[in-house]
T-cell receptor
Framework: KNEVEQSPQNLTAQEGEFITINCSYS?????LHWLQQHPGGGIVSLFM???GKKKHGRLIATINIQEKHSSLHITASHPRDSAVYIC??????????FGTGTSLTVIP | DAGITQSPRYKITETGRQVTLMCHQT?????MFWYRQDLGHGLRLIYY???????DKGEVPDGYVVSRSKTENFPLTLESATRSQTSVYFC????????????FGPGTRLTVL
């Protein structure tokens, strides 16, 4: 059983397209995190949110607590956005649960 | 340098050997975490520590041992490595538990032959 489910698993887009990655979770959470992992492996935190919406440059993250769902949007996608995007939730007992990631490729 | 570092970055070992992966952070974060990342599973928590001398099991602790004698260090030891422990290991730190972002180390790629 996966506490966090992401879709799609793989995504290919043309440069400039609007991209949406979805995340659903099944546990009670204190916060939801979106992470980015580039080829080469480094993981960085993009957003942490517990309600509403956050925006950072071309990236927007939203969360609906009632529906246990979050989305990560990328506007005007660029090849440098190519990476794996990981949804994670911090749940009860200091546990973190991670989705398996969405591999995004943006083609010039 | 400030930040979170892991060593070694790459390690090849043989079944049955003991291996220790090091993690060091310079922020004095209270919480530190060890994850493994495998294809099809995403990141899975092995152990975490809320403070020096306080550690607790995560989702997949079997075969691993941790210690935290100093706030800045959180070594992970595989006492008798098995092939199923071939993975990429990430250390992370946070200044509190779930309500703050985690900062990840660069990872250690471990191969057990």
């Amino acid at each position: 059983k996966n506490e966090v489910e992401q879709s799609p698993q793989n995504l290919t887009a043309q440069e400039g397209e609007f991209i949406t990655i979805n995340c659903s979770y099944s546990v009670g959470i204190s916060a939801l995190h979106w992470l980015q992992q580039h080829p080469g492996g480094g993981i960085v935190s993009l957003f942490m949110l517990s309600s509403g919406k956050k925006k950072h440059g071309r990236l927007i993250a939203t969360i609906n607590i009632q529906e246990k769902h979050s989305s990560l949007h990328i506007t005007a996608s660029h090849p440098r956005d190519s990476a794996v995007y990981i949804c994670a939730v911090s749940g009860p007992g200091n546990q973190f649960y991670f989705g398996t990631g969405t591999s995004l490729t943006v083609i010039p | 340098d400030a930040g979170i570092t892991q060593s070694p970055r790459y390690k090849i070992t043989e079944t049955g050997r003991q291996v220790t992966l090091m993690c060091h952070q310079t922020w004095s974060h209270s919480y530190m975490f060890w994850y493994r990342q495998d294809l099809g599973h995403g990141l899975r928590l092995i152990y975490y520590s809320a403070a020096a001398d306080i550690t607790d099991k995560g989702e997949v602790p079997d075969g691993y041992v941790v210690s935290r004698s100093k706030t800045e260090n959180f070594p992970l030891t595989l006492e008798s490595a098995t092939r199923s422990q071939t993975s990429v290991y990430f250390c992370a730190s946070s200044d509190t538990s779930g309500i703050r972002e985690q900062f990840f180390g660069p990872g250690t790629r471990l191969t057990v032959l």
